[in-house]
């Protein structure tokens, strides 16, 4: 079992900074790959990032350059450092926790473990 409690999220202005976490709970989280998700009003719930529990990593495109997944398993917890943040980033972003899937199906298969999602605004 592995819970997932996300913070970090605020108010940025376009352009800026924010770095969110996703601390998880269980002995087993070195061993799952971990990403991120998010959903804006409106719209389905969107791939970001993932990074694989030995350090692959794989972004969706409307992030890539901007956005930077890690991971610290000693604290159990995974990041998402996120730069140059537009207008359209904002959503409630979410991680999540799985070892079945390979990366690249992330975007489209039912993840075993999700957080109860942060709240990131960006304003122009």
């Known amino acids: 079992q592995v819970q997932l409690v996300e913070s970090g999220g605020g108010l940025v202005q376009a352009g800026g900074s924010l770095r969110l976490s996703c601390a998880a709970s269980g002995r087993t989280f070195s061993s799952h790959d971990m990403g991120w998700f998010r959903q804006a009003p409106g719209k389905e719930r969107e791939f970001v990032a993932v990074i694989s529990w030995s350090g692959d990593t794989l972004y969706a495109d409307s992030v890539k350059g901007r956005f930077t997944i890690s991971r610290d398993n000693a604290k159990n917890t995974l990041y998402l450092q996120m730069s140059s943040l537009k207008p359209e980033d904002t959503a409630v972003y979410y991680c999540?926790?799985?070892?079945?899937?390979?990366?690249?199906?992330?975007?489209?298969?039912?993840?075993?473990?999700w957080g109860q999602g942060t709240q990131v605004t960006v304003s122009s």
């Open positions: 999540a926790a799985d070892n079945r899937y390979l990366l690249h199906t992330w975007g489209i298969m039912p993840l075993r473990y």
